[in-house]
């Protein structure tokens, strides 16, 4: 099923919404959407609001106690005041029109009658404003256009998927048009491409993997709102910092769950040295060169790494490679046959090698290599180093999703990657998520490395986005 889900806000200078002091309380809030049960029959709009104030009025509650503990800044998830499976006709009663904000300022609480067909700004509006934060919510929005306009779709209008944020008055501030990996019949395509929602998609890309791999890539912090429908494994928010992550990953739970945390005020972010400014401390990545907790045992452990890696390229044939799809991708793989030992798999271009030692041999392990086209719920060019669980213990299983695992795996997983654009995996044993211990580039092979891990290891990945091959 493809549906999105996810939103996402990243907070490269929060200088610029909260000064004058050093942290502040940010939520997120993982919300148990109120469905349309018949999303496909277009509805009148008092009924599309009827079915949208019941989402809404959760929220409000959940503005009401995230300000009890001190938020200044809430984030929704995507498609959180409907639902999903609507068509382009049945959406229709749901979209409001917003103003650019760039354009006119204007603060629907303070005045309502100022746009025709804003019931939902205005409460949103309203709630942020007694809740005295700034909010981030999705929410449909319709736009006429003009015959003379190339894209402008039969129907004369735009519909789109908005995010829509909202200053601690009320006022709106920002307003974006999100793209999904996803298809989604019932809006169209922003001009502009802003990636923003995939699924839980086990074993890669589990929303909460993902979402702290990306801010522990970029230094930046991470706020990130998911629906909560186990039933359609939509779960996994968290507030991520470069120091810390706060995570939500229930899939038993029936109930939405608000997180809130605390968060450095990034105060200055200086791309070219990749330097990072916070009111928790400076961290300083040089460029191609990212260390997380670095300590001299590993240092030595990467030190035997080399010497087997220059053996690794030495030797040859190491094992027998078969194919299977993961994430709809053909993967490449190697089967992990021994308790510690050297494997190597290569895809086109890329080759991954992973050096690794484990406790105890019960789950079938493979690592896997894959560099190319991904093409299914969006296009995009992918070069993967994963070593992987396989579910079941038949080789046709590796890439499937596994969810849980005892074997516990010392490794550093490396590849020769043509993109910098590289995201960082671990997941363990019922979804709990693991930092690398390092992670860095050394002579053009990208490196991570974990050991000490408390339980099973389910997935490693390093997860390359070559975007100049799209
Ligand atoms: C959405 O559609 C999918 C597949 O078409 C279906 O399995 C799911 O139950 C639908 N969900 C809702 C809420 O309509
Ligand atoms: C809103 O709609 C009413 C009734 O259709 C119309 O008279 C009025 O001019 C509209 N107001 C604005 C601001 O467009
Ligand atoms: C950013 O980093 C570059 C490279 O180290 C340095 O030359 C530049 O002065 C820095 N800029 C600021 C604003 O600190
Ligand atoms: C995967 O790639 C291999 C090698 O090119 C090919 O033999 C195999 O048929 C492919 N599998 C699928 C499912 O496309
Ligand atoms: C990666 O390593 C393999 C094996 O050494 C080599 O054939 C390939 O060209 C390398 N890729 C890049 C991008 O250097």
């Known amino acids: 099923m493809e549906i999105p889900s996810l939103n996402w806000l990243l907070l490269a200078c929060q200088c610029m919404l909260v000064s004058g002091i050093d942290v502040y309380t940010a939520a997120v809030y993982e919300h148990r959407s109120i469905l349309n049960p018949s999303p496909k029959i277009r509805p009148t709009r008092q009924s599309a609001l009827k079915h949208m104030k019941e989402n809404l009025n959760i929220y409000q509650l959940q503005v009401y106690e995230a300000s009890k503990q001190g938020a200044k800044i809430i984030v929704f998830p995507e498609n959180g005041l409907y639902g999903f499976n609507f068509t382009r006709d049945s959406i229709f009663p749901y979209l409001e029109p917003i103003p650019d904000p760039t354009v006119v300022k204007w603060n629907p609480c303070l005045h309502p009658k100022a746009v025709n067909d804003t019931e939902v700004l205005y409460q949103l509006s309203c709630i942020a404003r007694y809740g005295k934060m700034y909010l981030i919510a999705n929410m449909g929005e319709r736009q006429s256009c003009k015959r003379s306009d190339p894209w402008c779709p039969s129907d004369g209008r735009y519909q789109f998927n908005t995010d829509v944020i909202f200053d601690a008055e009320g006022s709106i501030i920002a307003k974006y048009h999100k793209q999904n990996l996803y298809f989604e019949e019932a809006f169209n395509t922003p001009k502009i491409v802003f990636p923003t929602a995939w699924m839980n998609q086990l074993p890669l890309l589990s929303a909460v993997e993902f979402q702290q791999a990306f801010a522990t890539a970029f230094g930046i912090n991470l706020l990130a709102a998911n629906q909560h429908h186990p039933e ?207 992670l860095e580039w050394v002579n053009n092979n990208f490196y991570m490395t974990k050991q000490g891990m408390t339980e099973g290891l389910i997935t490693a990945a390093l997860y390359g986005r070559w975007y100049k091959k799209d």
């Open 232 to 438: 359609y494994k939509m779960t996994g928010s968290g507030i991520y910092t470069p120091f810390a992550s706060h995570d939500y990953y229930n899939m038993e739970s029936h109930e939405g769950k608000l997180l809130v945390a605390e968060v450095p005020i990034i105060t200055h972010y200086n791309v070219s040295s990749l330097e990072l400014k916070t009111s928790q401390g400076t961290l300083k990545f040089p460029e191609r060169h990212i260390h997380i907790e670095p300590s001299t045992q590993l240092q030595r452990w990467s030190v035997q790494m080399d010497q087997s890696q220059q053996f690794l390229h030495a030797a040859d044939g190491l094992g027998d490679i078969f194919y299977s799809l993961m994430m709809y991708d053909n993967y490449t793989f190697v089967l992990m046959t021994d308790l510690e030992g050297d494997l190597q798999v290569c895809s086109n271009t890329l080759c991954c090698h992973l050096a690794y030692q484990r406790s105890h041999a019960s789950g079938l392990y493979a690592l896997g290599a894959f560099d190319g086209l991904h093409t299914v719920h969006g296009v995009y060019y992918l070069q993967v180093c994963a070593l992987v669980k396989c579910p079941r213990s038949s080789i046709d299983t590796c890439g499937q999703s596994a969810t849980t695992a005892s074997d516990i795996i010392d490794f550093q997983l490396w590849g020769n990657f043509s993109t910098h654009h590289i995201y960082s995996e671990i997941l363990a044993t019922e979804v709990k998520l693991y930092r690398a211990d390092t």
